[in-house]
């Protein structure tokens, strides 16, 4: 095969890549839309939406309870049908939303997960993955990865322990490098959150064409939002969510309810999670983060910029459909059409409160006509059914036993339930199994295969069942070290967890997983229902659409051909 000079491949590429940055910087100023706001409400299905907007009996008089949502789809494109990343974790689906990739190219499977070509970190994280050697340019022995609060320098804090930092604001300067995994192969320095993942983001492509980015989120670990590099990032905001509990002075939540002393005090103060009342206060910290970013401020309240792109999650709808708050209440669903029980319906209506709050901000700054809004979600929550959860082991240990530990002794010991101080085997409503030797694969299935029963088994994925959306697994040339051996879903409404405060769970491939609300709302839209199959993947290449750049701009959108969202009138034809 005939070669072709170094220098000519360079040019061509240096030609490409300039080409698109004046494709961006032409298009730039043209574009109606100039800022675009993100949310993610963790765990709010498509359903939730059509029962809020449209109301249901028994609740709220039967009117909706979402008013400030329902007014947003009153101009507004509803698709029905939107699916997250597979697997639907918070790192995947966020990550998704941002690169609009999969995780066989941004390479997230999971915040906690495993990778063959890197090496254990430094210390031991605050959540148990063990230290270890890392030999430069030596081959590496695999690690567990983590990016959440286990990789903050004190994450009982909730400025995750960054040196002089105030008492919610500790950001990126709270992460810990010798928490994190190191690469051998890169002198054995450590990886952090935005080098983890292999494709750039709509934050690197905005920023990069001259605009200005914000996000909030519930870790310093998704600052990997900015992407490789980590540059790209003007104002990121990330209190930790699993830290102690504590009063936040002048913070109110949008429903009136002071957070200057803790509202839900007898409840478990080891995190804001813990309490159906104590998340709304957290999650108030990011919306007055975003009112800050709004009225042109950083999200401390000095003097900046409204960001180009900008956005946050709420927690507190997860909260609501997963929590057992003891002697005070459980939250979920009354039936499979997805009625709310009292304590998810205050958290759907503090999010809408909420949302409200930031759209009249909009509209005040006369930013109203140029600002896209964008209503999804990293994650759905399953079983919407209250009836269908099933817990494995379950809380008396005697309901069976997980695919991670009928399969234990396989595991790589940073991933084994045999290890008594570890981290944990990446399952939840999914099992994620990386084999410490992958020749050991069917042996590994035909195990599983006949602890079907004992695992609440749905569907196994490995080899070319797994090959269809994965990069095969193993370590380069021949393989990817972050793609799991064997994937299981397990039956609906199955989990694998011995939690008493728990009664649903994200991260598997089910329905109620992965089907999220994901409304585009601006005043110049037309508002309909889509109901053909779209994907929040999509929701990246629509972003840089929408404010005039260039779609492919994005590695994943090239690599995978992810396109536009359908059916809703940007005004730009690429």
Not at 300 to 316: H, L, S, V, Y
Not at 320 to 325: F, H, N, P, R, S
Not at 357 to 376: A, F, S, W
Not at 505 to 510: L, P
């Amino acid at each position: 095969m005939k070669k072709i000079p170094l220098l000519l491949t360079s040019l061509a590429a240096f030609v490409a890549v300039n080409a698109v940055a004046q494709d961006n910087e032409r298009d730039w100023q043209r574009s109606q839309i100039r800022h675009v706001l993100l949310i993610s409400v963790d765990g709010l299905h498509a359903v939730d939406y059509l029962n809020c907007s449209r109301g249901l009996a028994g609740i709220n008089n039967g009117d909706p309870y979402c008013p400030n949502l329902t007014a947003l789809g009153s101009t507004g494109v509803n698709y029905t049908a939107a699916s997250t990343s597979k697997p639907s974790d918070s790192f995947p689906g966020l990550m998704t939303l941002m690169t609009g990739a999969t995780p066989r190219t941004m390479g997230v499977y999971y915040d906690v997960s495993y990778d063959r070509s890197l090496d254990p970190p430094t210390t031991t994280t605050g959540n148990g993955l063990a230290a270890g050697n890392c030999t430069a340019n030596a081959a590496p022995a695999g690690s567990t990865t983590e990016f959440d609060e286990g990789i903050d320098i004190d994450k009982t804090k909730l400025n995750g322990g960054a040196p002089g930092a105030g008492l919610t604001d500790g950001g990126i300067a709270s992460i810990d490098p010798s928490h994190l995994d190191r690469d051998p192969k890169a002198g054995c320095a450590p990886v952090y959150p935005w080098n983890f993942v292999r494709t750039n983001t709509i934050f690197g492509v905005i920023h990069a064409a001259g605009g200005y980015t914000a996000w909030s989120d519930k870790h310093p670990s998704y600052s990997s939002v900015a992407g490789p590099g980590g540059n790209s990032l003007d104002d990121y905001y990330a209190p930790e969510i699993n830290s102690n509990v504590i009063p936040l002075p002048n913070v109110t939540t949008p429903s009136g309810i002071s957070c200057s002393t803790v509202p839900d005090p007898s409840s478990d103060l080891t995190a804001w999670t813990n309490s159906f009342q104590n998340i709304q206060c957290y999650d108030t910290l990011k919306v007055n983060a975003i009112l800050n970013e709004i009225d042109g401020k950083n999200h401390d309240g000095e003097r900046a910029k409204t960001p180009t792109i900008f956005g946050m999650n709420f927690q507190a709808v997860s909260v609501g459909q997963k929590l057992i708050e003891a002697n005070v209440a459980t939250g979920g669903y009354q039936d499979a059409a997805g009625t709310p029980t009292p304590s998810l319906l205050s958290e759907i209506q503090f999010v809408d409160d909420a949302i409200g709050e930031m759209v009249n901000k909009i509209k005040d700054r006369g930013l109203y006509e140029q600002t896209l809004i964008i209503i999804t979600a990293k994650h759905g929550q399953s079983p919407i059914d209250p009836n269908r959860y099933f817990p494995i082991p379950g809380h008396s240990g005697t309901n069976g036993e997980s695919p991670a530990t009928i399969l234990a002794n396989l595991l790589p010991f940073s991933e084994s339930p045999l290890n008594p101080t570890g981290i944990g085997s990446t399952e939840d409503d999914v099992s994620l199994l990386w084999l410490a030797n992958s020749a050991n694969t069917q042996s590994a299935v035909s195990t599983l295969e006949t602890n079907v029963k004992e695992a609440g088994i749905g569907q196994i994925y490995y080899g070319s069942t797994l090959a269809l959306n994965y990069n095969t697994p193993g370590l380069p040339p021949n393989g990817d070290p972050r793609t799991p051996d064997i994937i299981v879903t397990p039956d609906v409404g199955v989990t694998y967890t011995g939690s008493k405060t728990k009664l649903s769970e994200h991260g598997g491939f089910s329905h109620d997983d992965t089907n999220v609300i994901l409304l585009l709302a601006n005043p110049a839209f037309t508002p309909h229902t889509v109901y053909a199959d779209v994907g929040t993947s999509q929701v990246a290449p629509t972003i840089l659409r929408a404010l005039g750049l260039n779609p492919r701009s994005l590695d994943g959108v090239r690599l995978e051909g992810t396109s536009v969202l359908p059916d809703v009138n940007l005004n730009f034809g690429w």
